[in-house]
């Protein structure tokens, strides 16, 4: 069986994840999948046609080169370690991905990027599903060309945040703060894009596009790469 891998959040060895991320995904005709943190990653990979990368903690030791900031919580050094491998042997084989806000994170970090660990006031008190701040999207990105606009307004609920991309991805997204709002993999017909926000969340068609790019590049890459002879 061919699927999609998602990776849950994890609190006190209980695995959590909003069912909002795997509608789209069993909407679409194809298979999620919830990864726990407890295996070897190359275990995953072979019958994996999408890594999906939800959101969480904060990033810890293994992923940062620098002192942990004292207002970090929730850090998970486990599921660090394990998402940056799966996503290295993911890229490796050039498996669609898509980070969502501590994902977008995850991303940029295993490649070698670097983050801001504290962002004050950047989680709303507006519920999830509304949008609380505008974005602006960089024209000629793989994002625009999804969205199709160059401003947009989004969620918000993350503590650290992009500081600097990390080689091989480009900055597609800023908020009118100029916080990193997404990045996406600047090699030519592979998507691998972060998002800071929580499109998952949101009902508007924009959030839509985002999932139906990610789930696209999913299926073509089983068609492509997954043929049984």
Known sequence: MKYILITPNRESNILSLNE????????YGLTPVISGY????????????GIL?????????????????????????????FEAKIIKSAFEKRIPILGICRGAQVLNSTFGGKLKQDTPNHVQNLPRHKASHDIYIKSGTKLYEIIGKNQIKVNSFHHQCILKAAPF???????QDNITEAIECSLNNYFCMGIQWHPEAMTNEYSKRIFKAFLDNCAEYQAVNCRHF
Request: no cysteine.
């Open 20 to 27: 909002a991320y795997i509608k789209p995904i069993a909407e």
């Open 38 to 49: 407890f295996s070897d990653a190359a275990n995953y990979i072979d019958d994996v046609i």
């Open 53 to 81: 990368l939800s959101g969480g903690g904060d990033l810890g030791k293994n992923l940062l080169d620098e002192p942990i900031h004292s207002a970090a919580k929730n850090i998970d050094d486990e599921r660090d370690l």
């Open 169 to 175: 991805f480009e900055i597609s997204a800023i908020s």
